[in-house]
């Protein structure tokens, strides 16, 4: 296990590689389908700092709200594939190092973690009690009234969060590869 | 004689049906979960994913939360005894799904599909989902999935023939539609998963039929022995894909295959499949006029 302080450099992500397994510390943000027009439409200036060398988390947590504090209840991944239009002009824009999710990317994503220097973090699906208790502190929440609790960009200070690097600065997917690899058992099981 | 029943009491009952469904990974597909940890390579992602898995069912289970923030779909079996009213049953449980979204046992997870608002308590057009049978018990058996989105949007239907695949109408050609179907989920149902296989049936029927499967305990036996033969050849050729837990490669891609059947029309030949995530949440309630258990 590797451990991740947040926000990280562009030297120290590429030091990352597929397969490695990480643990994050630190201050994300969470971010789904409309944080991400929000921010290429509009260009917020107030996501700008918390984003840089940091990592946006696609996820649509449970929450509660204990006197004026709002606490994570369950928060695993959603599946990441529906920003890929999006994903590598956010990365860029943002000066983000990690986009964590479920399910991968696609070549857009991959290309931009290449180029920008960052990596494809891979939680794990179904697993949103455990992470919830590694969310240890929510700093504040960015377009809750317009957005709603599901999409909004909560910004969460993170302890011992676990994930997998699936997609590295390097080209490497894992998604591509595990594809490719099941796709020849498949053909040859079905005679095709 | 005709069961008495008392709607609050059922209302209550069903509400703790939800909690228990929401917050506990079923005995059997934890053991199941177990035997594939044990199963995956030392210092494997597969290993640590699966391990990481059943210590969040351990922590939901004791802190009564959620297993998976998307809490699903409540698709509802019941069974009752003759003369029970379906419009109380009915209205009961849309009062134990307020009841369960306002405890945090639920997600709001419904959404007006023309407006696309949510409507805050899990209530709404075909939600829940009900299904009734009728049977000779002085009981009402409510069995409960909670069927998670990212497993749903991988579940399939195939129609036979299928050319691309080589699948004629028959059993081999049932075997090659699952094959492709749960080759292109890749991880994205959140694998392991449990497969519920409907064969025949219209559009309709046939994906019942394979969602009923996903209430089937995993080490159970399937009466019909061709079926068996199914399940079995299934099973193990689908854990040849390499998918492993979450798409990261290793030995583990389904926890089980389950698959039923129902008669079609000479037309039509439909292959269902009922993808479930290892987040495979259904516990079933007997309910008589004096006691409820769980299981």
Same mark, same amino acid.
């Given at each position: 296990?590797?451990?991740?302080?947040?926000?990280?450099?562009?030297?120290?992500?590429?030091?990352?590689?597929?397969?490695?397994?990480?643990?994050?510390?630190?201050?994300?943000?969470?971010?789904?389908?409309?944080?991400?027009?929000?921010?290429?439409?509009?260009?917020?200036?107030?996501?700008?700092?918390?984003?840089?060398?940091?990592?946006?988390?696609?996820?649509?947590?449970?929450?509660?709200?204990?006197?004026?504090?709002?606490?994570?209840?369950?928060?695993?991944?959603?599946?990441?594939?529906?920003?890929?239009?999006?994903?590598?002009?956010?990365?860029?824009?943002?000066?983000?190092?990690?986009?964590?999710?479920?399910?991968?990317?696609?070549?857009?994503?991959?290309?931009?973690?290449?180029?920008?220097?960052?990596?494809?973090?891979?939680?794990?699906?179904?697993?949103?009690?455990?992470?919830?208790?590694?969310?240890?502190?929510?700093?504040?929440?960015?377009?809750?009234?317009?957005?709603?609790?599901?999409?909004?960009?909560?910004?969460?200070?993170?302890?011992?969060?676990?994930?997998?690097?699936?997609?590295?600065?390097?080209?490497?997917?894992?998604?591509?590869?595990?594809?490719?690899?099941?796709?020849?058992?498949?053909?040859?099981?079905?005679?095709? | 004689?005709?069961?008495?029943?008392?709607?609050?009491?059922?209302? #209550?009952? &069903? =509400?703790?049906?939800?909690?228990?469904?929401? @917050?506990?990974?079923? %005995?059997?597909?934890?053991?199941?979960? +177990?035997?594939?940890?044990?199963?995956?390579?030392?210092?494997?992602?597969?290993?640590?994913?699966?391990?990481?898995?059943?210590?969040?069912?351990?922590?939901?289970?004791?802190?009564?939360?959620?297993?998976?923030?998307?809490?699903?779909?409540?698709?509802?079996?019941?069974?009752?005894?003759?003369?029970?009213?379906?419009?109380?049953?009915?209205?009961?449980?849309?009062?134990?799904?307020?009841?369960?979204?306002?405890?945090?046992?639920?997600?709001?997870?419904?959404? #007006?599909? &023309? =407006?696309?608002?949510?409507?805050?308590?899990? @209530?709404?057009?075909? %939600?829940?989902?009900?299904?009734?049978? +009728?049977?000779?018990?002085?009981?009402?058996?409510?069995?409960?999935?909670?069927?998670?989105?990212?497993?749903?949007?991988?579940?399939?239907?195939?129609?036979?023939?299928?050319?691309?695949?080589?699948?004629?109408?028959?059993?081999?050609?049932?075997?090659?539609?699952?094959?492709?179907?749960?080759?292109?989920?890749?991880?994205?149902?959140?694998?392991?998963?449990?497969?519920?296989?409907?064969?025949?049936?219209?559009?309709?029927?046939?994906?019942?039929?394979?969602?009923?499967?996903?209430?089937?305990?995993?080490?159970?036996?399937?009466?019909?022995?061709?079926?068996?033969?199914?399940?079995?050849?299934?099973?193990?050729?689908?854990?040849?894909?390499?998918?492993?837990?979450?798409?990261?490669?290793?030995?583990?891609?389904?926890?089980?295959?389950?698959?039923?059947?129902?008669?079609?029309?000479?037309?039509?030949?439909?292959?269902?499949?009922?993808?479930?995530?290892?987040?495979?949440?259904?516990?079933?309630?007997?309910?008589?006029?004096?006691?409820?258990?769980?299981?």
């Amino acid at each position: 296990m590797i451990k991740i302080n947040l926000p990280i450099s562009e030297a120290d992500i590429r030091k990352l590689k597929m397969g490695d397994e990480v643990s994050l510390n630190g201050i994300m943000l969470t971010g789904r389908d409309s944080a991400h027009t929000w921010l290429l439409n509009e260009k917020p200036t107030e996501a700008r700092e918390l984003l840089k060398g940091s990592v946006i988390y696609h996820c649509g947590p449970v929450v509660k709200k204990v006197g004026d504090e709002w606490h994570f209840v369950a928060a695993g991944p959603t599946t990441s594939i529906r920003e890929e239009p999006y994903q590598g002009p956010v990365i860029k824009e943002y000066g983000i190092r990690g986009v964590m999710g479920k399910g991968g990317m696609g070549e857009k994503t991959l290309n931009a973690l290449g180029e920008h220097g960052g990596v494809y973090l891979h939680a794990v699906g179904g697993a949103a009690t455990l992470q919830a208790q590694a969310v240890k502190k929510v700093h504040g929440v960015l377009k809750l009234e317009e957005f709603g609790v599901p999409e909004a960009m909560w910004i969460i200070e993170v302890e011992d969060f676990q994930a997998v690097i699936t997609m590295d600065s390097h080209g490497n997917s894992l998604h591509k590869e595990i594809k490719a690899a099941s796709d020849k058992v498949a053909n040859k099981l079905i005679g095709i | 004689m005709s069961f008495k029943l008392d709607v609050d009491r059922f209302r #209550d009952a &069903v =509400t703790e049906l939800i909690r228990k469904a929401a @917050t506990q990974l079923p %005995a059997d597909v934890t053991q199941a979960m +177990e035997t594939a940890r044990d199963n995956e390579d030392e210092g494997s992602p597969a290993k640590s994913v699966l391990d990481y898995m059943l210590k969040n069912a351990d922590a939901a289970r004791e802190n009564s939360t959620p297993i998976c923030q998307d809490t699903g779909t409540l698709i509802f079996f019941v069974t009752i005894p003759e003369g029970v009213s379906l419009r109380k049953i009915e209205s009961a449980i849309t009062e134990a799904a307020r009841l369960a979204t306002k405890k945090s046992y639920l997600r709001p997870n419904a959404v #007006d599909s &023309v =407006t696309g608002k949510n409507s805050g308590d899990n @209530t709404g057009v075909m %939600a829940p989902n009900y299904h009734y049978e +009728e049977w000779d018990e002085p009981t009402i058996k409510v069995e409960l999935m909670l069927k998670g989105g990212g497993c749903e949007n991988v579940s399939d239907q195939y129609k036979l023939p299928d050319g691309r695949l080589k699948a004629g109408r028959d059993i081999d050609g049932v075997y090659k539609c699952i094959i492709d179907a749960i080759n292109k989920a890749q991880g994205l149902g959140c694998a392991p998963g449990v497969a519920g296989i409907g064969i025949g049936g219209d559009r309709a029927s046939g994906m019942v039929v394979a969602k009923k499967q996903l209430f089937r305990k995993l080490d159970d036996t399937n009466s019909d022995p061709e079926l068996t033969k199914l399940e079995n050849r299934l099973y193990t050729d689908l854990n040849k894909l390499g998918i492993g837990p979450m798409g990261f490669g290793g030995l583990t891609t389904v926890l089980g295959v389950k698959v039923g059947a129902a008669h079609r029309l000479p037309a039509s030949f439909f292959v269902s499949l009922a993808y479930s995530c290892w987040a495979d949440r259904r516990c079933a309630m007997h309910f008589t006029e004096s006691e409820v258990s769980y299981d």
